[in-house]
């Protein structure tokens, strides 16, 4: 069988190299822009609805694709992995895109 743990351990890893790097640009992003005369107050990231609603659509996609992928391992030929990894995908997929379409509209009708 397929051995998850090694995979998991690189993800992790390259995350964290990721996330290091990541911080280390915006700070000095952030200084750069600070002393061309930036308000700080720009740098602040406050949470609205519309992220609320990528972030729900979001889960509720990964669970429906955890759901349909336990029911094509039980139901079809397909390897458990296979089922699980397309059906998250593709379901949290379709719910990013959904999202992006439900912003535009609230963008739009705003705009008006």
Not at 42 to 63: D, H, S, V
Not at 80 to 106: N, R, T, W
């Amino acid at each position: 069988m397929f051995e998850l743990t090694p995979v998991l351990v690189l993800l992790i890893i390259f995350g964290f190299i990721y996330g290091i790097v990541n911080l280390g640009v915006k700070k000095k992003e952030r200084q750069m822009l600070l002393e061309k005369g930036v308000d700080p107050k720009t740098f602040y990231y406050e949470p609205t609805r519309i992220t609320a609603l990528k972030w729900g659509l979001f889960l509720i996609g990964i669970a429906l694709g955890i759901f349909l992928g336990n029911i094509l391992s039980a139901t079809t030929i397909l390897d458990e992995e296979v089922a699980y990894f397309s059906m998250i995908f593709l379901f949290g997929g379709i719910a990013l895109v959904v999202s992006h379409f439900m912003e535009k509209k609230q963008i739009e009708k705003k705009e008006d």
